[in-house]
């Protein structure tokens, strides 16, 4: 491999050049993979759903064993309803995230009718005489062969000096 910028022989990829000192890439190994968008909003559904049941799962553990208790920290009542606040939350992106897809699948569906409607529409025959205007050759002009040659300038050009 040849360093792209000093030209040195010899070299090694995923590795900085000996002469000058700039990294040189493998581009033939794949880069990462693009993650579609409703791909994402898989992963974002069961991490969702895995959350809100985790904090609610907590928070009820909290309140079972504190619930009614002597000298129980108000903080574990706090942390019982930022859990149970945090689960709400999780449960509201969860149900946004079930909308998303649903309107990722329908405009997919739009995307495929639209297409299937295009290639029936694309093979029509419609009759060019009809779209385009017949060529009017009566105003053409010629180009002239000398025209903006040299033969027009003087024949002997003075050179003021300074």
Not at 7 to 26: E, S, V
Not at 82 to 94: E, G, P, R, Y
Not at 101 to 125: C, G, I, T, W, Y
Request: hydrophobic share 40%; aromatic share 10%.
């Amino acid at each position: 491999m040849f360093c792209p910028k000093c030209g040195n022989a010899d070299q090694r990829k995923n590795t900085y050049c000996r002469q000058c000192g700039i990294f040189l890439p493998d581009f033939a190994k794949e880069g990462k993979r693009e993650i579609s968008p409703e791909e994402h909003i898989k992963y974002n559904i069961v991490l969702s759903f895995m959350t809100a049941v985790a904090g609610l799962g907590l928070s009820v553990l909290l309140f079972s064993f504190f619930l009614g208790k002597e000298n129980t920290p108000a903080l574990i009542y706090v942390t019982a309803g930022f859990l149970i606040a945090m689960s709400a939350w999780q449960i509201q992106t969860l149900w946004r995230s079930f909308q998303l897809r649903k309107h990722f699948k329908r405009q997919k569906n739009d995307v495929a009718e639209q297409l299937n409607q295009d290639s029936q529409n694309v093979f029509e025959s419609v009759p060019t005489k009809e779209l385009l205007n017949e060529a009017n050759f009566a105003d053409a002009v010629p180009a002239s062969i000398i025209e903006n040659t040299t033969s027009r300038l003087p024949e002997k050009i003075t050179r003021k000096s300074s």
